[in-house]
């Protein structure tokens, strides 16, 4: 425990004076990560995450567990501490103690000296088995086999400023970097697979590979499963093509505009640009025709999106050998563009749990680094769909959701978010309205007692939470 010394100030502001000064009895202000460590317990997330790591220690010397510094870490990025130096003082914190299975009074977890070579102590095989977790973690998490999986694939960039291992300068960012890639499911909104690319690599590099081993244990798992994949023009390269059509997988993948598909496109455009410049209203319309790459063996299936408005004139195109993108191409491509909440996922990744904060120094460090702020990420998702509470889904005029386009379906997406928000929260939503408050912890021979403030204002949110993730885990244990 942490000894802090005597003090007392006084603040004048009030009108009568404002003592502050510290007590010994035990407080935390991270105490609604305790519902999240319920259902963690629950779906066993971090314990399979343990079991897929190698502990070479000499056991009998051991002091801090596996399980106790993999839960310090992962519900540490949680609840905002991205960084191994946060637990020199979170080592001591009653919640932290709680959830890494230590009593109050037992000796402090572990800190970032310790943290730091267990990072740095892990190897490969333990890596690989960490690849198969997620997976395995992803296919449990399917209460009924899935008809379709829709696998979106994403880079984002991980800015270093140390001489972390494999860092190189990236000349579109212009910065040293890794490049991270991960693939998410639309279904469920969780990482499925990650990697950690060197700083110059092509967002494509390996993702062939990786979408074919993933695949396989899909189909192992849900052998009838339809399989959609979708992906951005960094990922459009003629392998991904070859392998998508090789496995049988239906997908969209972004295609950059070359002067061919300008020149086909151009008479759409002129008259989205008189339609515009007629009525002033924005004009969206799309076309599609078959076109061969000089680098592709034969013709694939092409649409090309044609915009014009007020800021000016916009084109795009996709890949994509959907059955549907034959028929009705708009709706096609609004459906690769519903990719763009899977990029979410990757911001609230990246910036919402930090993943970019890689600054170990061995590259292996830094993966298993990556890791686990997948981890927290997955088990912040799907506590999420466990608490969701979201509004009916909207149906027009009989057409299947899929199907609806353009201002109806941003609408919808609008309203689950206002009716839902810790169903459709951010991670920094979660810290504001569940894991950022302040509790008084007494330790007693029977029972833990956790008290929070009557008039904290999302105190309803603690006990909604509370209450589902009990009806979810069902333990026998006393609330009252």
């Not at 990697?195 to 590979?209: E, I, K, N, P, Y």
Request: hydrophobic letters at 40%; aromatic letters at 10%.
């Amino acid at each position: 425990m942490i000894v802090q010394s005597v003090w007392q100030k006084s603040f004048g502001f009030f009108g009568k004076p404002v003592v502050v000064q510290p007590t010994e009895v035990q407080l935390s202000g991270d105490a609604g990560l305790l519902p999240i460590r319920q259902f963690d317990e629950a779906i066993g997330l971090t314990e399979g995450f343990v079991a897929a790591l190698t502990d070479l220690r000499y056991q009998p010397s051991v002091v801090h567990s596996l399980p106790e510094m993999v839960r310090s870490r992962i519900y540490g990025i949680l609840a905002d501490y991205p960084d191994q130096n946060d637990h020199d003082v979170l080592r001591s914190d009653p919640v932290f103690k709680l959830i890494a299975g230590r009593s109050l009074d037992d000796l402090d977890l572990a800190s970032q000296p310790t943290l730091s070579r267990f990072e740095n102590a892990i190897d490969v095989p333990s890596l690989r088995r960490l690849q198969d977790v997620f997976i395995d973690q992803f296919i449990d998490s399917f209460e009924t086999p899935p008809t379709q999986i829709t696998l979106d694939i994403d880079p984002f960039d991980d800015p270093t400023h140390g001489q972390q291992q494999l860092t190189f300068f990236h000349g579109y960012y212009r910065q040293y970097q890794y490049l991270p890639r991960v693939i998410t499911c639309a279904e469920n909104d969780t990482v499925v697979m990650a990697c950690l690319l060197h700083g110059t690599a092509h967002a494509a590099l390996g993702a062939d590979d990786d979408v074919e081993y993933l695949v396989g244990r899909l189909r192992e798992a849900f052998p009838r499963v339809r399989i959609v994949l979708r992906a951005d023009s960094g990922l459009g390269i003629p392998r991904m093509y070859e392998t998508c059509e090789r496995l049988e997988i239906e997908f969209t993948i972004g295609i950059g505009m070359n002067s061919t598909l300008k020149t086909w496109s151009d008479s759409l455009l002129s008259v989205c640009v008189e339609e515009f410049e007629r009525t002033g209203e924005a004009q969206r319309k799309f076309c599609a025709f078959w076109y061969k790459a000089g680098s592709w063996p034969a013709q694939r299936w092409v649409i090309v999106k044609c915009e014009a408005n007020a800021q000016g004139t916009n084109r795009r195109a996709v890949v994509s050998n959907r059955p549907g993108a034959f028929v009705l191409p708009d709706a096609a491509y609004d459906a690769y563009a519903d990719r763009g909440e899977s990029e979410n996922r990757n911001k609230e990744l990246k910036c919402g749990l930090q993943s970019d904060r890689l600054s170990d120094h061995r590259y292996m460090a830094n993966l298993f680094r990556l890791y686990m702020h997948a981890a927290a990420h997955n088990l912040l998702v799907r506590l999420r769909h466990v608490v969701a509470d979201p509004p009916q889904e909207f149906t027009i005029a009989e057409i299947p959701a899929e199907a609806v386009t353009g201002r109806a379906r941003r609408g919808h997406h609008n309203r689950r978010r206002e009716r839902d928000p810790l169903g459709e929260g951010h991670p920094c939503t979660w810290r504001t309205r569940l894991i950022k408050v302040a509790a008084r912890i007494t330790e007693r021979a029977r029972r833990v007692l956790v008290e929070l403030s009557g008039s904290w204002p999302y105190l309803e949110h603690y006990r909604r939470v509370s209450e589902q993730v009990l009806a979810f885990s069902a333990p026998e244990c006393d609330s009252s």
